[in-house]
């Protein structure tokens, strides 16, 4: 999936996260910036970074604001966020968990 413009989904509430999508040609980066980054920190990377891959996305800038977020809500508005930022003739909802 190919992201084509900037994207949010999610707030800044507790147990929820902001996360901030951007195109970045042949660039890959996703920053997180968590309450929680030490207890958790390794875990909502490898969901970010799993639920990306299942998307088929490989390049972009993703920024993640945690605020003590569960697994299914990470998953939930980062899969938002980059519907909302790629192009919509490209989705396939198959890969939605």
């Given at each position: 999936?190919?992201?084509?413009?900037?994207?949010?989904a999610?707030?800044?509430?507790?147990?929820?996260?902001?996360?901030?999508?951007?195109?970045?040609?042949?660039?890959?980066?996703?920053?997180?910036?968590?309450?929680?980054?030490?207890?958790?920190?390794?875990?909502?990377?490898?969901?970010?970074?799993?639920?990306?891959?299942?998307l088929?996305?490989?390049?972009?800038?993703?920024?993640?604001?945690?605020?003590?977020?569960?697994?299914?809500?990470?998953?939930?508005?980062?899969?938002?966020?980059?519907?909302?930022?790629?192009?919509?003739?490209?989705?396939?909802?198959?890969?939605?968990?």
């Open positions: 999936m190919r992201i084509v413009k900037q994207a949010l999610g707030t800044l509430e507790s147990s929820d996260l902001l996360v901030r999508v951007a195109p970045a040609e042949g660039e890959f980066s996703l920053m997180i910036h968590s309450e929680v980054q030490k207890q958790f920190g390794e875990q909502i990377r490898r969901v970010a970074e799993q639920t990306l891959a299942q088929g996305v490989k390049e972009g800038i993703f920024i993640l604001e945690d605020k003590g977020a569960l697994d299914c809500v990470i998953r939930a508005r980062l899969q938002s966020a980059v519907l909302r930022a790629a192009d919509a003739e490209q989705i396939d909802w198959g890969k939605l968990q």
